[in-house]
Nanobody, 123 residues
Framework: QVQLAESGGGSVQAGDSLTLSCAATGSTVRYTMAWFRQAPGKERIFVGG????????NYADSLSGRFEISRDNNKETLVLQMNNLKPEDTAVYYC?????????????????WGQGTQGTVSS
C-alpha cells in the first residue's frame, strides 16, 4: 500500500516561486506520478506527470513552461517547482500515483492520492 504526503504549500505574491514535495511511504519506483490541482469551486485538473523511469515529463498546456516536475526514486520523492506564479495558480495541489509507465492526465486513472497542500498566490 502506497501513501502519499504533500508539503511545501503556502502563500506567496504573484511572480514568486513555490516548491512542493510529495513523500511516498511504500515503493513508487514502478509508478507513474503526477500533480493535479483543484481551485475553489472547480474540478481537479492535471498539472504534470512523470513516468517511473523519469521519462517525460508532460505538463498541462496552460502552464506555459512555468512548472517543472522531478522525482528521486531513491528518496521516494516527487517535486513540483512552480515559478512566476499567478493568482490563477491558487489551488490545492495533489500528488497522485498509478502503477505502470503509461502517462495519464485523468484523475480516475490514479489510484493513490495525497491529502493535498494549499498554494495561494496574491496579486
Amino acid at each position: 500500500q502506497v501513501q502519499l504526503a504533500e508539503s511545501g504549500g503556502g502563500s506567496v505574491q504573484a511572480g514568486d516561486s513555490l516548491t512542493l514535495s510529495c513523500a511516498a511511504t511504500g515503493s513508487t519506483v514502478r509508478y507513474t506520478m503526477a500533480w493535479f490541482r483543484q481551485a475553489p469551486g472547480k474540478e481537479r485538473i492535471f498539472v504534470g506527470g512523470i513516468s517511473w523511469d523519469g521519462n517525460g515529463p508532460n505538463y498541462a498546456d496552460s502552464l506555459s513552461g512555468r512548472f517543472e516536475i522531478s522525482r528521486d526514486n531513491n528518496k521516494e520523492t516527487l517535486v513540483l517547482q512552480m515559478n512566476n506564479l499567478k493568482p490563477e495558480d491558487t489551488a490545492v495541489y495533489y500528488c497522485a500515483g498509478r502503477t505502470g509507465r503509461t502517462p495519464s492526465t485523468q484523475t480516475n486513472e490514479f489510484r493513490y492520492w495525497g491529502q493535498g497542500t494549499q498554494g495561494t498566490v496574491s496579486s
